[in-house]
């Protein structure tokens, strides 16, 4: 036994962070859908069968929101209870979550730990991660615990004690986490999600802040707290935080205004319930995945332009996935010097490098590949879905988004394996990924270079 624990332990050693990055979420996901394959994890007492638990605690790890099977009405407590702490551990990564316990053991984290957590949160150093890393841990319980705390004020009149409790602990966690498991089949019947909370103010208000600040990212967080001016704030926090804003604006106002005589989504609803619906509907698109209106109902211009807010997705270091706003943000910066022919990329008085500059791209030509390649090939499999539904879908699993006009429980057996592939790429990175399955390193700097060549573009 000794033996081979100091086999798989050389192995490990020997593995570059990317790959246990991999291997880590990997094993997590296989955990949880063994657990909630039991019968103990389902109401009726009968195994919901391998794929569908796998494809549910995926989602849950990938803190992605798709589901097989209403969360309320099919899960017992027992696997509610597992798929939160799913949404949990992939929310905060597991790497985070390991530091936790080790911090608890009073055990010594060493370099190739804190390598580790330097790859999962996405820093560029690797001084104070431990001390990052607890920031990151005391911030996510007092926000989460503040936001139940809030919705306990809805919950426990409507449910009870304990339920009431219970439903605040659990939407709380999924909003932050921008999981978007929800609870409410229960109340407006199965993958009915938050719509009957509509006109709702402190659900709607209280859920959407949730959700904006798990999708900043803990270092914007940390930096307001340690900086509280706009002006003294760092860049990375400066573009991320007009970035978002933006974002959420631009998406409420076209959603207001393409659906506002929409009957089915925001035409019945008063003029302020209609600016709250908007206004949630553009937050929920940082790739959280609650609704409160049908999105199977809106207008096909509307959907077609959640997509592209889906695609962008949430901050760095965040529990949102998409390409991200930095990236997105890092692509005009560099249009827009080329429009103006500067030299340099600039904002804010300060130069982006060239190295952000290509990896921005690169993020951005992945992440377009895979959703073609992904839309492409759910169309075969599930032919009798349309284009929009089919892409909506695979950018829902890409984004780690969530959100279903078309229903993840009718796709086919092959369809949910790749949303669960999509997921699973969506939450660990497409670029962790591919570094991860390159075997030998790249050399940066290469002994020769060759001589410039001469294209054309454009």
């Known amino acids: 036994m000794k033996k081979i624990i100091r086999k798989i332990s050389d192995v490990i050693n020997k593995m570059k962070p990317t790959q246990i990055m991999v291997i880590g979420y990997a094993i997590i996901i296989l955990v949880g859908a063994i657990l909630l394959s039991m019968p103990i994890s389902t109401q009726n007492g009968e195994s919901i069968g391998f794929l569908d638990s796998l494809f549910t605690s995926t989602s849950a790890v990938c803190v992605t929101g798709l589901v097989a099977v209403d969360t309320a009405t099919y899960w017992s407590f027992f696997g509610q209870l597992i798929i939160i702490t799913l949404i949990q551990i992939g929310g905060l990564g597991f790497m985070t979550v390991t530091t936790l316990f080790a911090l608890i053991i009073k055990k010594r984290i060493n370099l190739r730990e804190r390598l580790l957590i330097q790859e999962s949160l996405n820093q560029i150093d690797l001084s104070g991660l431990v001390k990052l890393t607890r920031y990151i841990l005391l911030t996510t319980f007092l926000i989460e615990g503040t936001g139940a705390l809030l919705l306990s004020t809805v919950f426990i009149p409507q449910f009870g004690i304990l339920k009431g409790i219970w439903y605040s602990i659990f939407h709380a966690i999924s909003a932050f986490c921008n999981a978007g498991f929800d609870l409410m089949g229960v109340v407006s019947g199965p993958f009915s999600s938050l719509t009957s909370y509509v006109n709702n103010f402190t659900i709607s208000i209280t859920i959407s802040l949730l959700i904006i600040l798990g999708g900043i990212g803990y270092p914007v967080i940390l930096d307001v707290i340690k900086n509280k001016k706009l002006s003294k704030l760092n860049l990375h926090s400066k573009i991320v935080i007009f970035s978002t804003v933006t974002l959420i604006l631009f998406g409420m106002v076209f959603i207001f205004a393409l659906e506002f005589n929409n009957p089915e989504t925001l035409g019945n609803l008063s003029f302020g319930g209609k600016i709250l619906a908007s206004f949630f509907q553009s937050v929920t698109l940082r ?12 207008r096909e211009c509307s959907i077609f332009l959640m997509m592209i807010l889906m695609f962008i997705g949430a901050s760095p270091a965040s529990t949102g996935g998409g390409i991200k706003t930095t990236t997105i943000a890092t692509l005009v910066l560099t249009v827009k010097s080329f429009i103006f022919q500067k030299q340099d ?111 054309i573009v454009g």
Do not use: C, H
């Not at 790739?287 to 809106?298: C, E, H, K, P």
């Not at 008085?349 to 073609?372: A, H, P, Y």
């Open 287 to 298: 790739t959280a995945g609650f609704n409160t209106i049908d999105l199977g109902l809106m």
């Open 345 to 455: 990329i600039e904002v804010y008085q300060r130069r982006i490098s060239e190295t952000t500059v290509k990896k921005s791209f690169g993020i951005f030509f992945i992440g377009i590949t895979l959703f073609l390649i992904g839309t492409l090939i759910i169309s075969i499999t599930d032919p009798d879905f349309s284009i929009l539904e089919v892409g909506f879908e695979v950018v829902s699993a890409i984004a780690t988004v969530g959100l279903s006009i078309g229903g993840s429980p009718n796709l086919s057996v092959l369809g949910k394996i790749f949303i669960i592939m999509f997921m699973f790429i969506g939450r660990v990175g497409s670029l962790t990924i591919f570094m991860a399955l390159t075997s030998k390193g790249i050399k940066k700097n290469p002994p020769i270079r060759y001589p410039e060549g001469k294209i």
